[in-house]
Each structure stands twice: as structure tokens, then as C-alpha cells.
């Protein structure tokens, strides 16, 4: 048990504070306006920065002071208060579960709702269905994938070409934007068999570049950053959204007055589904002999290689798995809008999405789920203030990793057990014991 140094806090926040003075000064207390003349003249913001630079230090001494407490704790009654909050955390997720589950499929019915709320549902679906999916190579396979965002658009790409040229429907287009990303997740998993940790990173990174850069340069088939418009919207059976409401159409089937929000609500109902597919498929499997192979995988490579296990085999189910759910988000995605570019596809996504994972807790379809609505709706919530939403957003990163540094739901159920099922804390997942 370690208590607080003052002398040593005092220095960190001090050094903490220099460095963020560095940051802020030129980016935050500079800045370029107009002037009513028309000219440009730099304004200042120096109080700005000051407050800046105070709650950074302010902040790494409440971690300090945070982390003396914890040691205090920790000496005290350490294992039976793990064992509470992972009981607790347990109890609340058979809770969470069934109401965030009921709550999605009932928020199109839900008075009040509008167009605003289904897309920003939309767009939350969209990302826990890629949560969901780069958990299976990241957080179930320990594979770390940097170029997720590859698949993704692959999967967009594929169904935009295929239906604009073939003209095939939604519903056809589906299926093989998987396929094919699927068959892309297998040509990057064979070359990084032997890789592991940053050289992984450096692989998949590289190759989520050379995906992008190659639907930017070859124009003939992409279109390059002009990109692909025009793409059909899905149909309720074979009955279109059309705003004239005339026989052969939803509205006019159903016998009811044609609105916008019938298509939105489609949408939403169909990543919906999507999403429930991608959680049953991934639990499934993890329950089978290749998911218990990918967790094996995930905590001890050579121990597997020891045993016997085919780890070639193991590793491209786990790109191809799940780069095929990235390949289904994908050709939604490319389906919801009309219209794709390469623009849609940077590394920022890719980063966005590995941050879900990670934040949520690698492993858990909870967490992720959870993940994923806290930033992506969190994310839009805060869209009012401008270039300090950026700021709340890492500064609610950087908090979320110091209080639970395995993610929100840090614990591990597992798939195998012996008379008693008992989660596996989050002390122990972080010892490398889980």
C-alpha cells in the first residue's frame, strides 16, 4: 500500500500544465477573425487558455489523489469490494440489457420522436454493428486492427457497383458485399499471421490506407472523390417509398398518407435487425469450439501453438467473421445515404470505431453497445459548442480510461465453466489471468 507524495504530484501536474500551455497557446489563445473591414486580425484568448492549463493540472492531481485512495482501498478490502462491483455490474446488465434492447425497438413509436432522433439512432446502430464486429477480431481474437475501416468500405463500394451496374436489389446486394469483405479480411490476415502487437497496428493501418487511396485513384470504377451517386434505396418487399402514394407503392398498399418518414423508419428497423443479427452470430460463436479457440488465442498464443490449435485457421475466421459484419454495415451504409466517397472512409473512423471497443470493454457486446451511444450520441449532443466539443469529447475519453482502464464493463463471463458460472473481474482480465 503507497500513499500520496506530494512532492511528486506537485511535479506532474506542474509538467502536465507546461505542456498544455504549449498545446493551448497557439491553438486556443490565437485565433484569426474578420474584422468588420473586412481585413484579418488575430485575436487573442489568454483567460481562455489560463482556465485551460488550471484544469489540466487541477486534473492530474485528482488522478494522483484518486490513485492514493484506490492504494488505501486496495490494501484494505480488496477482494471482496472486486467481487461486489463485479456482482453488481453483473445484477445491472441483466437490468440494461432487456430495457436498452426494448427501448430500440419501440423509439420509432415513442411520441415525440422525429426525424432528428431516427437518424441519430440510425447512426448509433450503425456504429455498435461495427463495435460488434471489430470485437471479434480485437477484443475476442486479441488482433489489433487499425484498418477496420477497410472492410467497411468495401462493403459500400460493393453494393454501390453492383446495383448501380447490375441494378440487383438491396436485399441481393447484401449477401455478397459480405462475401466479399470477408474474402478481403482473409487476403490481409494471411501476410500478418506471424504479427503481432505494433507491427499488427502498422499492417492494418497501412492496409486501410491502401483501400482508401485505391478507391481514390482508380476512377474508372470508383468514380475517385467524386464517388458514386445514385444508388437505390431498399423496398418494403418490393413496394417503394414514393411520395405520389399510387398503387404499387408502400403508402398506397397500405392505404395510408405518404410521409418521408416511412423510408427512415425502414432504415431504422432494418440496421436494427442487422445489428441483432451481428450480437446472435457473435455470442453464438463464442460458445462454439472457434470462439473458445479465439479467447485462447487472445491470452496465450505460443501456449496455444503448444497445444495443437491450427492458429492460421483461427486467425482468418476471426478477420473474415469479422470483416463481413463491417461489409453489411457497409452496403447499408451506402444504401441509407445514395451517395459514397472515399471521404467517408479515412482512418478516423477506424480510430472511432477501436475506441468503442476499447472504451466499452474488450469482449463485451454490452459495453460496446453502451460505448458507442455515450460517443457517437453523446458526440452529437455536444455539436452546439462548436471547437470545445472536441475537447469535452477527449477530455470524457481520457476520465472514462483512468476510473475503469479495462473499459465500462471490464469483466469476463466464460464460456467454459465448472459447476459454479462466475465472472472473471476486471482486476485479473488486466493481470493477463482472464
Same mark, same amino acid.
Given at each position: 500500500?503507497?500513499?500520496?507524495?506530494?512532492?511528486?504530484?506537485?511535479?506532474?501536474?506542474?509538467?502536465?500544465?507546461?505542456?498544455?500551455?504549449?498545446?493551448?497557446?497557439?491553438?486556443?489563445?490565437?485565433?484569426?477573425?474578420?474584422?468588420?473591414?473586412?481585413?484579418?486580425?488575430?485575436?487573442?484568448?489568454?483567460?481562455?487558455?489560463?482556465?485551460?492549463?488550471?484544469?489540466?493540472?487541477?486534473?492530474?492531481?485528482?488522478?494522483?489523489?484518486?490513485?492514493?485512495?484506490?492504494?488505501?482501498?486496495?490494501?484494505?478490502?480488496?477482494?471482496?469490494?472486486?467481487?461486489?462491483?463485479?456482482?453488481?455490474?453483473?445484477?445491472?446488465?441483466?437490468?440494461?440489457?432487456?430495457?436498452?434492447? &426494448?427501448?430500440?425497438?419501440?423509439?420509432?413509436?415513442?411520441?415525440?420522436? &422525429?426525424?432528428?432522433?431516427?437518424?441519430?439512432?440510425?447512426?448509433?446502430?450503425?456504429?455498435?454493428?461495427?463495435?460488434?464486429?471489430?470485437?471479434?477480431?480485437?477484443?475476442?481474437?486479441?488482433?489489433?486492427?487499425?484498418?477496420?475501416?477497410?472492410?467497411?468500405?468495401?462493403?459500400?463500394?460493393?453494393?454501390?457497383?453492383?446495383?448501380?451496374?447490375?441494378?440487383?436489389?438491396?436485399?441481393?446486394?447484401?449477401?455478397?458485399?459480405?462475401?466479399?469483405?470477408?474474402?478481403?479480411?482473409?487476403?490481409?490476415?494471411?501476410?500478418?499471421?506471424?504479427?503481432?502487437?505494433?507491427?499488427?497496428?502498422?499492417?492494418?493501418?497501412?492496409?486501410?490506407?491502401?483501400?482508401?487511396?485505391?478507391?481514390?485513384?482508380?476512377?474508372?470504377?470508383?468514380?475517385?472523390?467524386?464517388?458514386?451517386? &445514385?444508388?437505390?434505396?431498399?423496398?418494403?418487399?418490393?413496394?417503394?417509398?414514393?411520395?405520389?402514394?399510387?398503387?404499387?407503392?408502400?403508402? &398506397?398498399?397500405?392505404?395510408?398518407?405518404?410521409?418521408?418518414?416511412?423510408?427512415?423508419?425502414?432504415?431504422?428497423?432494418?440496421?436494427?435487425?442487422?445489428?441483432?443479427?451481428?450480437?446472435?452470430?457473435?455470442?453464438?460463436?463464442?460458445?462454439?469450439?472457434?470462439?473458445?479457440?479465439?479467447?485462447?488465442?487472445?491470452?496465450?498464443?505460443?501456449?496455444?501453438?503448444?497445444?495443437?490449435?491450427?492458429?492460421?485457421?483461427?486467425?482468418?475466421?476471426?478477420?473474415?467473421?469479422?470483416?463481413?459484419?463491417?461489409?453489411?454495415?457497409?452496403?447499408?451504409?451506402?444504401?441509407?445515404?445514395?451517395?459514397?466517397?472515399?471521404?467517408?472512409?479515412?482512418?478516423?473512423?477506424?480510430?472511432?470505431?477501436?475506441?468503442?471497443?476499447?472504451?466499452?470493454?474488450?469482449?463485451?457486446?454490452?459495453?460496446?453497445?453502451?460505448?458507442?451511444?455515450?460517443?457517437?450520441?453523446?458526440?452529437?449532443?455536444?455539436?452546439?459548442?462548436?471547437?470545445?466539443?472536441?475537447?469535452?469529447?477527449?477530455?470524457?475519453?481520457?476520465?472514462?480510461?483512468?476510473?475503469?482502464?479495462?473499459?465500462?464493463?471490464?469483466?469476463?463471463?466464460?464460456?467454459?465453466?465448472?459447476?459454479?458460472?462466475?465472472?472473471?473481474?476486471?482486476?485479473?482480465?488486466?493481470?493477463?489471468?482472464?
Amino acid at each position: 500500500m503507497t500513499g500520496l507524495d506530494p512532492r511528486a504530484a506537485a511535479k506532474d501536474a506542474l509538467l502536465a500544465g507546461l505542456v498544455a500551455l504549449g498545446l493551448f497557446a497557439p491553438m486556443v489563445g490565437l485565433r484569426t477573425d474578420v474584422s468588420p473591414t473586412g481585413a484579418l486580425f488575430v485575436r487573442t484568448r489568454w483567460w481562455d487558455v489560463a482556465l485551460l492549463v488550471g484544469m489540466v493540472m487541477a486534473g492530474r492531481l485528482a488522478i494522483h489523489l484518486f490513485g492514493a485512495w484506490r492504494d488505501m482501498r486496495s490494501g484494505r478490502v480488496a477482494t471482496p469490494r472486486s467481487a461486489r462491483l463485479t456482482a453488481a455490474m453483473r445484477a445491472a446488465g441483466r437490468v440494461l440489457w432487456p430495457a436498452l434492447l &426494448g427501448v430500440a425497438l419501440l423509439l420509432p413509436l415513442i411520441p415525440g420522436i &422525429g426525424r432528428s432522433e431516427l437518424d441519430l439512432g440510425i447512426l448509433v446502430l450503425t456504429y455498435i454493428m461495427l463495435g460488434w464486429g471489430l470485437n471479434i477480431v480485437v477484443g475476442l481474437a486479441g488482433l489489433l486492427d487499425l484498418g477496420y475501416v477497410a472492410f467497411y468500405a468495401i462493403g459500400a463500394y460493393s453494393y454501390a457497383l453492383l446495383a448501380t451496374t447490375f441494378g440487383l436489389s438491396f436485399w441481393v446486394c447484401l449477401p455478397l458485399a459480405g462475401i466479399l469483405a470477408a474474402f478481403w479480411g482473409i487476403l490481409l490476415g494471411f501476410p500478418v499471421l506471424r504479427l503481432r502487437g505494433d507491427y499488427l497496428a502498422i499492417v492494418t493501418l497501412a492496409f486501410g490506407e491502401i483501400i482508401r487511396i485505391l478507391l481514390l485513384n482508380w476512377i474508372s470504377l470508383t468514380g475517385g472523390s467524386n464517388g458514386i451517386s &445514385g444508388i437505390p434505396r431498399p423496398s418494403f418487399f418490393g413496394l417503394p417509398f414514393s411520395m405520389e402514394g399510387g398503387p404499387g407503392t408502400f403508402a &398506397g398498399f397500405f392505404g395510408i398518407e405518404p410521409s418521408p418518414s416511412h423510408r427512415v423508419i425502414f432504415l431504422y428497423y432494418v440496421i436494427f435487425a442487422l445489428a441483432l443479427l451481428t450480437n446472435w452470430v457473435s455470442t453464438r460463436i463464442r460458445r462454439q469450439p472457434l470462439g473458445r479457440a479465439w479467447e485462447a488465442m487472445r491470452e496465450d498464443e505460443i501456449a496455444c501453438r503448444s497445444l495443437g490449435m491450427n492458429i492460421r485457421n483461427t486467425k482468418l475466421s476471426a478477420f473474415a467473421i469479422g470483416a463481413m459484419f463491417g461489409g453489411f454495415a457497409g452496403a447499408f451504409f451506402a444504401t441509407r445515404q445514395g451517395f459514397i466517397s472515399p471521404e467517408s472512409f479515412t482512418f478516423i473512423e477506424s480510430a472511432i470505431i477501436l475506441a468503442i471497443v476499447v472504451l466499452g470493454g474488450l469482449g463485451s457486446q454490452l459495453g460496446v453497445a453502451i460505448a458507442a451511444m455515450v460517443m457517437i450520441g453523446g458526440f452529437e449532443l455536444f455539436r452546439g459548442l462548436e471547437e470545445w466539443r472536441m475537447l469535452v469529447f477527449g477530455a470524457a475519453m481520457v476520465l472514462i480510461m483512468v476510473w475503469r482502464p479495462r473499459g465500462l464493463v471490464g469483466s469476463r463471463n466464460p464460456t467454459v465453466v465448472l459447476r459454479e458460472r462466475r465472472a472473471i473481474g476486471a482486476e485479473h482480465v488486466a493481470e493477463g489471468h482472464g
